[in-house]
């Protein structure tokens, strides 16, 4: 990919940072996300730049490392913010895609809005992205179609608002293997290559998730900040956004404010009704899990297989980003059985379109 430098998640230091702008601008051009991309590059030059105040200083002295924190991200998200707020009206011929040089514009908003765009930087973003629920979907048939009880028990770590907690009220369209309920709050019919998913039907018995900082997609001032996280060109996104909204208006789903390994070792450890497969599943979440929290949920997983039987058994769903290839992997493990990772699909990041590899 042009501008894309492969390098260490974890390297930290001054030109760490400028690598993960330009990483982050590549990307988003890679994703059909110009303006996004003009943004990044934008607050770089703002960095470089010779102004000075507490949040220019703050990234340039950026302690930890930048391209796992989604440095650039956390940025965009609060400028983002300001636009849709309409607290930064100075910004609207860069997301309306006019073509105007945005350094000066962004240079300015980041000097002016100092005090709103500082908390940004405070926590990772939160992009909990309703198209990601096809692939969790996928594979729960993959799992059914692999002989575990087709009734599953579903937690999931980094939750964000809990989008993919309501994936029992989505309807899919995976290949021409459909599932979903009679009236949907959405429907998803990503972009399919290979062979279809297993056509078994499937139950989600519960949904359970957590996150450090739960979203109530019910507090408008809350959604705006998740809406501040979508890049404005994909507006199929903001769609989706609304409807979750409505959904859970209706009926919030169940997250609660946990790390990820609080969460698993306590799940875990509760009694399995003989019948149901028990999930672990995430997206676009492992590279913000503190290490010492991975460990205690890889440890809490490999307990619990231990007990794992062909009547209660446990799977592990996880869609994450492969940043050589710029997809994301659909990767499963159960037990007992499947102790060995299978690679599922590739997938585009927001739902669009996904590669079946599994056979």
Same mark, same amino acid.
């Given at each position: ?113 100092? =005090?709103?765009? +500082?908390?940004?930087?405070?926590? &990772?973003?939160? %992009?909990?992205?309703?198209? $990601?629920?096809?692939?969790? !979907? @996928? ?83 809350? =959604?705006?900040? +998740?809406?501040?996280?979508?890049? &404005?060109?994909? %507006?199929?996104?903001?769609? $989706?956004?609304?409807?979750? !909204? @409505? ?113």
């Amino acid at each position: 990919m042009p501008g894309y430098q492969l390098v260490d998640m974890g390297t930290r230091g001054e030109a760490a940072i400028r690598t993960a702008f330009t990483n982050q601008a590549a990307y988003c051009e890679r994703n059909s996300a110009p303006i996004t991309a003009k943004v990044c590059n934008a607050i770089l030059a703002a960095v470089e730049g010779d102004k000075s105040n507490a949040l220019l200083e703050r990234i340039r002295g950026w302690a930890g490392a930048p391209l796992a924190d989604a440095l650039p991200l956390r940025v965009a998200g609060g400028i983002h913010a300001l636009y849709l707020a309409g607290e930064a009206s100075e910004l609207a011929p860069i997301y309306r895609g006019l073509p105007v040089n945005a350094d000066p514009i962004v240079e300015e908003v980041m000097l002016v809005h100092e =005090a709103r765009l +500082l908390p940004w930087l405070d926590s &990772p973003p939160q %992009t909990n992205e309703a198209g $990601r629920s096809s692939n969790f !979907i @996928a594979a729960l048939l993959w799992l059914a179609g692999r002989g575990l009880p087709a009734q599953f028990e579903c937690l999931e770590i980094g939750s964000s608002a809990g989008i993919n907690l309501m994936i029992d009220r989505y309807d899919y369209d995976l290949g021409g293997v459909k599932v979903g309920p009679d009236a949907p709050a959405m429907a998803f019919k990503p972009g399919w290559k290979g062979n279809p998913p297993p056509d078994v039907p499937i139950g989600l018995l519960s949904l359970k998730g957590c996150d450090i900082a739960p979203v109530d997609l019910t507090d408008p001032a809350q =959604a705006l900040r +998740l809406k501040a996280y979508i890049w &404005p060109e994909h %507006t199929i996104r903001f769609d $989706r956004m609304e409807a979750a !909204i @409505a959904a859970a208006e209706q009926s919030k789903p169940d997250v609660l404010k946990m790390d990820a390994a609080e969460f698993v070792e306590a799940e875990l450890a509760k009694p399995q009704a003989a019948g149901t497969t028990r999930v672990l599943m995430h997206s676009i979440v492992w590279q913000y899990v503190p290490e010492d929290q991975q460990q205690r949920v890889i440890a809490a997983m490999e307990t619990a297989a231990g007990r794992a039987t062909p009547d209660a058994p446990l799977a592990w769903i996880a869609l994450e980003a492969n940043r050589t290839l710029h997809r994301h992997e659909l990767r499963v493990r159960y037990w007992p059985g499947g102790e060995e990772e299978t690679l599922l699909a590739r997938a585009h990041a927001h739902g669009a379109d996904i590669e079946w590899l599994a056979t």
